[in-house]
């Protein structure tokens, strides 16, 4: 009888073991709920996209979308995270087209910056964002370049 408990012992903690492990594993992939059509609104197209990497490790740690309406001729910048999804850490997003002013979303955010809308027409514009991470390492898009501050699309 004896054996009977000791084996329904280790079975539950083993059990124990993996629902925990488990727990971890799924809080750490969560899923961002946005996307950047969504937060940009009814008309707009995704034209481009730079992912976010963190300098020391490589992880992915977001995505800066541009995204363009064509019968308006707006443009809209969100930065989706994918790391640190639901816990506020600095995020930027930014779009600076060369007719009009420069665009900035920039704060604490727990899923996203942005949207920035801006009026691109048939000019070009430099757009981009950046992460902060909770150790406070500010890493750019990886497409940022330092001349300009951010990557160029024209239209």
Not at 144 to 154: E, K, L, M, Q, Y
Request: aromatic share 8%; charged share 15%; proline share 6%.
């Amino acid at each position: 009888m004896q054996r009977l408990i000791r084996r329904i012992g280790i079975a539950a903690a083993v059990a124990a073991v993996l629902v925990g492990v488990a727990g971890t594993g799924a809080q750490a992939a969560a899923v961002n709920p946005y996307t950047p059509e969504a937060l940009c609104g009814p008309g707009f197209v995704a034209v481009d996209q730079d992912p976010i990497h963190d300098t020391a490790t490589g992880a992915r740690l977001g995505t800066v979308h541009l995204l363009r309406n064509p019968l308006t001729g707006y443009g809209c910048t969100v930065t989706l995270k994918s790391a640190y999804v639901g816990t506020l850490t600095g995020t930027r997003v930014y779009l600076d087209p060369e007719w009009t002013a420069f665009g900035v979303d920039d704060g604490s955010r727990r899923y996203a910056a942005g949207p920035v809308h801006r009026y691109i027409g048939a000019g070009c514009a430099i757009w981009g964002g950046s992460m902060t991470d909770p150790a406070g390492a500010v890493h750019q898009h990886d497409r940022a370049n330092p001349a300009i501050g951010g990557a160029v699309t024209c239209f």
